[in-house]
């Protein structure tokens, strides 16, 4: 994924068969559907690849529960298969996660589903044992043919309080089914484009898309040079900002998206993991917005909120839904405190969902499809994926993928339904053999290819490819040698590429003064920055993460590290 090769390509042709705009998840997935068919397809993304709402998931990938109250049961029934899909192609990314509802009503919620469906604006009650023991009949039969994870069970009071001491007293029962999570998402983004543009497809970050009157330009922002292209179809794949990205080139639509904001916490506490007792409690607020405590990487994730907002770049955590996090984490474990300097990340992102003027955000459909804005002068046609969640990119981008190819007058050759993503290729059915396999032939401890197994997959090989030793980072498990394999091979063009998407450091807390000097130093001596340069894209990092994530560095301490 040579940047430098691309440019020279798209500068001696600039003629190519679809431009892909937005390299999040779901671009992402429509880009490899396409390339896969031997379409010629490029992709451009405006800022990095997965970072604006691919970067902002709960990290679960699950059907949906609470969508079943809408009537959406196609979504559920496809947000299920496509679960159970990632979990046989991404296993190293994707796992089971046992996910408990407190219940604290009988017969509650059971009028949500008829106001719903006669379009009354009451808002949603909480939702009571019935409403939700019928919810998850219906998970478990829609997953019947394929089961690959236990049935629900329910729990009485004095079961649910013996197995969770720490939660809520008031509790009268607890539901315990099985969904999944994703511990690296945006590295699922990155190899999906990885293992196509080693192939031949092109791709680039922090490449806009413009008009320029008579046609479509691709700025590269970060020299400024901007390079004509002439596509016979464009693919608009920028979530929240489709409407904006519309207008920017020249595309003549009404307003289809109407995203909403949706902000978490991670929380360094362990008696709040411990509390958990490795599940996810999935629970209703006393409003009854539904909220997640979530195991993350050894922390707990807590979210979250569900916000209206009109410019999807200015998204981030504000003061008042960390607060209202924290309630509703006071809510379900009442005797648990959480301080704020507990809090070492804070994240915000916006759903694409589709255009709604329904009062409550909850009943806004989180379905997807695709709409064509037909082409206007020297702009071609438009194909617009609208609405979708995480779970479901791969069948997004195969829908999308299909419409183009049907516009294009071509068929589909290829099919992804069974296709592993990166490191989940020749995944092992027995991991622990694996590991002390690789661990013998690396000279390296066997946890630490446990480790290297749940970040890179099988893939691990290409990050540590030598024996030996490895020299590991200051105040890291990360060694010099992952490091340096990401910059030189992944695209990377600043430090929030390497720190926020391309490892998890910074979601984990780890981040560190001397651990962001010495990436800093690796970084620069592979782009020969010199040393103004170095030091102010330390320092551009520096006011992103106390913008974006809580990260604040004191202004002495911050001066320090730049020097």
């Known amino acids: ?276 007792g490795g599940h996810m409690v999935y629970y209703e607020n006393e409003d009854g917005r539904i909220c997640i405590l979530f195991p993350y990487l050894g922390k707990v994730l807590v979210g979250s909120t569900d916000i209206r907002v009109d410019d999807p770049d200015q998204a981030r955590c504000e003061e008042d839904e960390q607060r209202y996090m924290l309630q509703s984490l006071a809510f379900v474990f009442p005797s648990i405190k959480i301080s704020e300097d507990q809090i070492v990340f804070r994240f915000s992102g916006v759903r694409p969902l589709p255009a709604s003027e329904d009062s409550f955000t909850s009943r806004i459909p989180r379905d997807h499809f695709c709409e064509f804005v037909e082409a206007s002068g020297h702009l071609p046609a438009t194909l617009c994926m609208i609405g979708g969640k995480w779970t479901t990119f791969r069948s997004f981008g195969a829908l999308a993928a299909d419409s183009v190819l049907e516009r294009l007058g071509l068929e589909r050759s290829v099919g992804t339904q069974d296709m592993a993503i990166g490191g989940g290729r020749d995944f092992p059915a027995d991991p622990e053999s694996w590991c002390a396999s690789f661990a013998l032939e690396r000279g390296l401890p066997v946890e630490r290819a446990r480790m290297l197994l749940r970040r890179y997959g099988t893939s691990a090989g290409k990050v540590v490819a030598h024996p030996g030793g490895e020299e590991m980072l200051p105040r890291s498990d990360y060694s010099a040698s992952e490091i340096r394999h990401i910059i030189e091979c992944e695209q990377v063009e600043c430090l929030a590429d390497l720190f926020l998407r391309r490892t998890t450091i910074a979601i984990s807390g780890d981040l560190s003064f001397d651990l962001i000097n010495a990436v800093l130093d690796m970084l620069a001596a592979h782009k020969g920055w010199s040393a103004d340069e170095a030091a102010a894209e330390c320092e551009t990092f520096l006011a992103l993460l106390a913008d974006r994530h809580g990260i604040d560095f004191k202004t002495h301490q911050r001066s320090a590290l730049c020097a």
Not at 29 to 37: D, N, T, Y
Not at 44 to 64: P, T
Not at 97 to 117: E, H, K, M, Q
Not at 223 to 245: H, K, M, Y
């Open 1 to 276: 994924m040579n940047r430098s090769h691309t440019l020279a390509g798209l500068r001696d042709r600039p003629d190519i068969a679809v431009l892909v705009i937005g390299g999040g998840i779901n671009g992402i997935s429509v880009f490899r559907e396409l390339a896969l068919q031997g379409v010629d397809v490029v992709l451009a993304e405006k800022g990095d690849y997965c970072s604006g709402a691919s970067a902002a998931l709960s990290r679960m990938v699950h059907g949906g529960l609470r969508y079943l109250e809408n009537g959406e049961f196609k979504l559920v029934r496809e947000s299920l298969l496509e679960r159970d899909r990632l979990l046989r192609n991404a296993p190293h990314y994707v796992a089971p996660l046992p996910t408990t509802v407190p219940i604290f009503d009988i017969f509650s919620g059971l009028a949500n589903g008829a106001v719903r469906f006669l379009g009354l604006t009451r808002r949603p009650s909480r939702r009571g044992a019935l409403v939700i023991k019928t919810g998850l009949a219906m998970y478990d039969l829609f997953t019947f043919a394929r089961r690959l994870m236990p049935t629900h069970r329910f729990r009485g009071r004095a079961e649910t309080l013996k197995t969770w001491p720490a939660i809520n007293p008031a509790i009268r029962n607890s539901a315990t089914y099985y969904d999944a999570w994703v511990s690296r998402p945006e590295r699922l983004g990155l190899e999906m484009l990885l293992d196509v543009t080693a192939g031949g497809a092109r791709a680039l970050n922090y490449a806009q898309v413009s008009s320029t009157g008579d046609g479509l330009a691709i700025t590269d922002t970060l020299t400024g040079e901007r390079l004509p292209v002439r596509a016979q179809l464009v693919v608009n794949a920028t979530g929240g900002w489709i409407d904006l990205t519309n207008k920017a080139i020249g595309a003549a639509a009404q307003r289809m998206m109407g995203g909403t904001k949706g902000s978490h916490l991670i929380v360094d506490s362990s008696e709040l993991l411990e509390a958990l």
